[in-house]
């Protein structure tokens, strides 16, 4: 059997960074800034799981002067995600095929329950779902992927997977998996690479 691992973000849906930044400085009154180096950290430990979500929106509400609870913020990200046509057009290939249907992403708890509440039972055909916050680790630490493999007991030659960054796909390819740069100027070429790695 092969396997389809796919990215999230910006390959399953898009969401816009810059809208939220702007978000922020709307609710809480306050210039419109850069990420801080501290704002990153804190974005990476809910990602990893070590943050649970209330935190979370504590330290959002002191840092950018926010009220908010965390319905706020599922509601915020709710706003910003829209689907990504060429990679939902890839998922949903990959869904009626034989192939067994994976995500494999950076990802918090929130970032899942909004892209539910706007597309109900949108991973309810997957195979399964590989998510940092559940795993305690982000790509591209190479455990991630020594994880998934171990999960699924197979090798790396089995398994395509699609990311939009390059970073993800170069730790990826040092553990044997078949991995594919997914940003606009290379979909056909990917679309291309899976209907030959799947027999499609």
């Known amino acids: 059997m092969n396997y389809f691992?796919?990215?999230?973000?910006?390959?399953?849906?898009?969401?816009?960074?810059?809208r939220l930044l702007q978000i922020y400085a709307e609710h809480g009154g306050?210039?419109?800034?850069?990420?801080t180096e501290l704002d990153e950290e804190m974005y990476v430990q809910v990602e990893k799981g070590l943050l649970n979500e209330e935190d979370y929106v504590a330290?959002?509400?002191?840092?950018?002067?926010?009220?908010?609870?965390?319905?706020?913020?599922?509601?915020?990200?709710?706003?910003?995600?829209?689907?990504?046509?060429?990679?939902?057009?890839?998922?949903?290939k990959a869904l009626a095929s034989d192939a067994a249907v994976y995500t494999l992403s950076n990802i918090a708890?929130?970032?899942i329950r909004a892209i539910e509440k706007n597309w109900s039972g949108f991973f309810d055909e997957t195979t399964g779902l590989f998510m940092s916050y559940k795993?305690?680790?982000?790509?591209?630490?190479?455990?991630i992927y020594e994880m998934v493999l171990e999960?699924?007991?197979?090798?790396?030659?089995?398994?395509?997977?699609?990311?939009?960054?390059?970073?993800?796909?170069?730790?990826?390819?040092a553990a044997g998996i078949q991995a594919h740069?997914?940003?606009?100027?290379?979909?056909n070429k990917v679309g291309q690479a899976a209907h030959e790695f799947f027999g499609w």
């Open 181 to 187: 740069h997914f940003v606009p100027e290379t979909y």
């Open 59 to 92: 330290y959002l509400n002191e840092a950018k002067g926010l009220s908010w609870t965390t319905d706020n913020l599922h509601e915020v990200w709710q706003e910003i995600f829209s689907l990504n046509d060429a990679g939902v057009g890839l998922f949903k």
């Open 30 to 35: 306050r210039p419109l800034g850069p990420q």
């Open 151 to 173: 999960e699924l007991n197979v090798s790396g030659e089995q398994c395509f997977f699609i990311d939009d960054l390059a970073d993800n796909i170069a730790a990826a390819r």
């Open 5 to 18: 691992l796919f990215d999230i973000g910006n390959v399953l849906t898009n969401f816009d960074f810059q």
């Open 135 to 143: 795993m305690g680790v982000r790509k591209p630490d190479p455990r």
């Open 109 to 111: 708890h929130y970032h």
